[in-house]
């Protein structure tokens, strides 16, 4: 059967498929160059993980003490300040954000730089003419629809329109096996001055009772164990429950606390398959629901707390990854490899939140290689973002090039924001001056534009 579609009169100069964390920026890059842009993002709000999955804060990325991500993350983080979503800590960390705010703070650059979003609408196909894509078929209330451009932006995190163009991807570790998901909940109503004092007193160091953040992971040392244990025993938790749990304070949100846990079961690591996406969401909400009933039984100051949000997206870390001009790899990371077209830095450890158990960090933060070294950093070339077989197509964030491992340390949102924004303004070069042909920009260039941009590559 074949469906009919109609195609759009309008023409862009660059479609974004996906507006989430490397694709808002993507598109507010690629308006900010002169390129008439459209987002299309499947869900109500720009900035995806960090918004619909609650992933909050940014992890830190730097060498030196320096954020190895400026330029729009730098102005990002700006605006989130002014409007009281976003904050520094006494460290002179100033990665803590609101998600809720953060929804605000992409729009309105978005539609400052003159671009477009249209939400609730999902990539279906794109139309093809040998290996260049012509438009993008995608479904809304408007019915199926093509929407035509000169250059595109995969950006949807799992290389959907990348893949269904014809380019080579690959995913998961040798196993076929991806990292763990999670379903990102937060706790509203508590006591942060108390289970401040607790957390000190057990042995978890705190700064500020606006500043909380603490942890627990079976066989890793963490003082909260032993309360883990005894829920288990008593029927609060289930084992797996302790496999990995984390929180943090929200700015703006005072008396509420983001929760980077509960881990969705082994057997569902897939987020690329529907159905175990679809059963992810309910594994995630019957392990919130025990989560919530052991803050209120065993942390002081939470015993009057309540369910504040349920991330409507689960949190999904690794899916498919194109095999692109270039492959990043462990040992590019582990030996700080220059590229002469990078067009980001990364210094974030090679953070595998396996399946199979054991350690989280598949490398700890000290070593012998060179990475290990609190200066130093590698680099992520412009040839990652490039899938193969396709002429006019960039992909930046989580599904770029990278192997299994190098992948878990390039994926966070920050690194995101500093492709997608590489990627953004490649693009509207491309459609404006190339045809779309995205290997025709000169890098260099590009380069000189994203320091003037206040990048650092």
Known sequence: MTLPYRTLDRTWDVIVAGGGTAGAVAGIAAARTGARVLVVEAQGSLG???????????????????????????EIKARLLRQGDGARDGHGNDNWFNPEGLKFVLDDLLHESG?????????VAPLMDGGKVQALVVHNKGGLQALQAEAFIDATGDADLARLAGAPVTGGDEDGLHQAMSLRFTLAGVDTGRL????????????SADFLHFWMVWGRNSSLEPLFRRAVSQGVLLERDGDYFQAFSVPGRPGELSFNCPRIRADLNDGADPWQ?????????????????????????CEDAFLGVVAP????????RIVGEYTLTLPDILDCARFPDSVCRNHYPVDIHSVKGGATLLHERDGEAPYFARDQYHEIPYRCLIPQDVSNLLVPGRAASSSFEAQSSIRVQQNCHTMGEAAGIAAAWAARAHGGAVRAVDVSALQVEMRARGGLV
């Open 48 to 74: 995806g993980t960090g918004t619909n999955a609650w992933v909050t804060p940014l992890m830190r990325n730097v060498s030196a003490g320096e954020n190895l991500n400026r330029g729009l993350t730098d």
């Open 115 to 123: 671009g477009e979003v249209l939400f609730h609408t999902h990539v």
């Open 196 to 207: 401040m004092a607790f957390l000190q007193e057990h042995g978890q160091g705190q700064d």
């Open 277 to 301: 996406l679809s059963a992810a969401q309910v594994d995630g909400r019957q392990a919130i629901r025990r989560l919530v009933a052991f803050c209120r039984a065993f942390l002081p100051g």
């Open 313 to 320: 997206m689960v949190g999904i870390r690794e899916t498919r």
